[in-house]
C-alpha cells in the first residue's frame, strides 16, 4: 500500500525558512519522479517542483525557482522541500505525490498517481 505523508509545515514570517518532508512506503523511491505541489484557498493546485532519481532531474515553477530546493533520500524512502526567503503569497496546503509510471518530471498533477494529506504552510508578520 502506498503511502506519503508530509511534515514540517507551520507558521513563518515573510524571509523566513521551512523544510518540508515526505516520508514514503509501499514502493521503491528511486524508480519513481516525485513532486512537490501546493494549493491555495479559491486556488487551483500548482506544481510547484519534482525530482527524478534516474536522470537527475529536478524541475521548478517560475513562482519559487531560486527560493526552493527540492531533494530526496532514496535509502530513507523521503522527500524533502527546503523553503528559503519566503513570502506571504506561498501560503497554501503542500502536498507531495509519486507519478504514476516511469516519466520524467513533471508539474502536471495529472501525471500523479498518489498523494499525501498535505501539509499548511502560512507566511504571514
Known amino acids: 500500500q502506498v503511502q506519503l505523508v508530509e511534515s514540517g509545515g507551520g507558521s513563518v514570517q515573510p524571509g523566513g525558512s521551512l523544510r518540508l518532508s515526505c516520508a514514503t512506503s509501499?514502493?521503491?523511491?528511486?524508480?519513481?519522479?516525485m513532486g512537490w505541489f501546493r494549493q491555495a484557498p479559491g486556488k487551483e493546485r500548482e506544481g510547484i517542483s519534482c525530482?527524478?532519481?534516474?536522470?537527475?532531474?529536478?524541475k521548478y515553477a517560475d513562482s519559487v525557482k531560486g527560493r526552493f530546493t527540492v531533494s530526496r533520500d532514496n535509502a530513507a524512502n523521503t522527500m524533502y522541500l527546503q523553503m528559503n526567503s519566503l513570502k506571504p503569497e506561498d501560503t497554501a496546503v503542500y502536498y507531495c505525490?509519486?507519478?504514476?509510471?516511469?516519466?520524467?518530471?513533471?508539474?502536471?498533477?495529472?501525471?500523479?498517481?498518489?498523494w499525501g494529506q498535505g501539509t499548511q504552510i502560512t507566511v504571514s508578520s
Open positions: 505525490a509519486v507519478r504514476r509510471n516511469l516519466g520524467r518530471c513533471s508539474l502536471e498533477s495529472s501525471e500523479y498517481a498518489y
Open positions: 525530482i527524478r532519481t534516474a536522470d537527475g532531474s529536478t
Open positions: 509501499g514502493f521503491t523511491l528511486a524508480y519513481f519522479a
